[in-house]
């Protein structure tokens, strides 16, 4: 089939190059010119497993275009995804402007009947809107053709999208048009070769699907996180309550382990986009708000282990600090819970020595310039760069490498007695007390 993806962001890259390498033609649709020219050198935007070796076989293969005129590739196709940011205005609902500037350009450039298909999370509603938006644009240039617009949200994790792409678990096709459909399911049936993997759906219903599975995530993990917070209170180990609970299947073991929040560019800003839906309709939505303090609250909580131990003062102290970026896999900083910690950090005077397999280069760039000149910040080349002299070990995010360090090598590192706040549970408290190594973690017994 041929396929136009307007936007080459994550999700629109992932999507165009995981429906090249099925055999599709794809262009792949994007504003930014000096984007498309990297990506035409085989320059990726961002960091992905598996991705540049898929986006650099469909291209040489010739699967795989990247141009900045829609309507280079609008003459091919008569199916137009839509993967481009619905960034949180002010008040938390998703900004539409994109979307809809999208419809615009696609009602712009057709010449024949159309499926538009919503890749982005968008609010419910939104696809009547989209419909409306290119109708709008046929009618300016005195056409009218058929244009039917599907929700198709997409459930890509980080660091395992491809995966997920190639393999998921479900595909959601929310349509109310017939056509639409059958179009979507032979663009879908290379994916279920196993069993049937895709669900329809009406329109308003995948969008709010979207949102709901993203929300249940994030309020697991709140759950988790309080519980935790608990734990610490009663003398009780969380990580025995996790593998307690998640041995329930109507529970499960997934999503219920207790960190320093979660981070990242959709379930922050999904759930607050979903508080802003209910209120749009008068509804109190008061296990969203709930979940969204609590994860505040948990981003604090490294910070304030930290304190309870120096002191409120950290002058003069250095903390090192292993993974920056907002979980493993990833060189993504967004929300990422290692910057309230580092900024608490640093506006209490202490000094940060800061590692991350990949997400440095875009930490540079979220933490003030003055800060790394001064050299209060201290990005380090090597993990145990970052524990020389330093107070304590803090770990944030999870990356594999960090799963089991040599522990010698952190007690010689770090002043004595070695501290180790480990923000994921990644460690065995009494191992380390045996270490003679003082740990804190998240929910267990050796609280403060
Ligand atoms: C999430 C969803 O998992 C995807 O299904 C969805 O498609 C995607 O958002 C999206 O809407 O685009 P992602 O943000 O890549 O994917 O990251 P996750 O792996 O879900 O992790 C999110 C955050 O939760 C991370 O900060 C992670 O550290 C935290 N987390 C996760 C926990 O604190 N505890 C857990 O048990 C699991």
């Not at 459930?155 to 491809?162: H, N, Q, R, T, V």
């Not at 009406?202 to 969008?207: I, K, W």
Request: glycine share 8%; charged share 25%.
């Amino acid at each position: 089939m041929k396929l136009a993806v307007i936007g080459t962001g994550y999700v629109g890259l992932v999507t165009g190059a995981c429906f090249a390498e099925m055999g599709n033609s794809v262009w792949c649709v994007d504003i930014d010119a000096e984007k498309i020219e990297g990506l035409k050198a085989g320059r990726l935007p961002i960091y992905e497993p598996g991705l540049d070796e898929i986006v650099e076989r469909n291209a040489r293969e010739g699967r795989l275009h990247f141009t900045t005129q829609l309507a280079d590739a609008a003459s091919a196709c008569d199916l137009f995804f839509i993967a481009v940011g619905t960034p949180p205005q002010e008040d938390g609902s998703a900004d539409l402007h994109h979307v809809l500037a999208v419809a615009r350009q696609i009602g712009a450039v057709i010449e024949r009947d159309a499926i538009v298909v919503d890749k982005s999370t968008v609010p419910v509603g939104t696809a009547e809107l989209v419909k409306a938006e290119v109708e709008a644009a046929l009618a300016a240039r005195g056409k009218s053709l058929a244009v039917a617009v599907v929700s198709n949200p997409e459930f890509l994790k980080e660091g395992a999208a491809i995966e997920d792409f190639m393999r998921p678990d479900r595909i959601v096709v929310g349509t109310d048009d017939e056509r639409a459909r059958s179009v979507m399911a032979e663009l879908y049936a290379p994916f279920n070769r196993s069993h049937q993997r895709v669900i329809y759906m009406g329109v308003r219903d995948a969008e709010m699907t979207k949102y709901a599975a993203n929300a249940m995530l994030a309020t697991k993990i709140s759950f988790m996180n309080e519980i935790a917070t608990l734990c610490e209170q009663y003398d009780v180990d969380v990580e025995k309550v996790r593998i307690g609970i998640g041995s329930d299947s109507r529970i499960g073991y997934h999503f219920i382990y207790p960190g320093a929040g979660y981070g990242g560019s959709c379930f922050p800003k999904d759930v607050k986009a979903l508080v802003q839906m209910a209120r749009r309709v008068g509804v109190e939505p008061l296990v969203l708000d709930a979940v969204e303090a609590r994860n505040a609250a948990q981003k604090q909580t490294l910070l304030n282990k930290i304190v309870a131990r120096f002191g409120e003062s950290l002058a003069g102290r250095t903390f090192g600090v292993w993974g920056l970026a907002f979980k493993p896999g990833t060189d993504d900083m967004r929300e990422a819970p290692s910057i309230p910690l580092i900024t608490g950090l640093i506006e209490r005077g202490a000094c940060v020595k800061a590692y991350d397999p990949v997400a440095i280069a875009n930490a540079q760039k979220v933490f003030p310039q003055d800060w790394q000149t001064e050299e209060r910040l201290i990005f380090t080349t090597h993990q145990y760069g970052a524990l020389e002299g330093a107070d304590a070990m803090v770990l944030v995010t999870e990356w594999k490498p960090f799963r089991h360090p040599d522990f010698e090598a952190v007690k010689r590192l770090l002043k004595s007695p070695a501290v180790i706040f480990d923000g994921r549970n990644q460690y065995d408290p009494e191992a380390l007390a045996r270490e003679g190594i003082v740990y804190y973690g998240i929910g267990r017994r050796n609280r403060l």
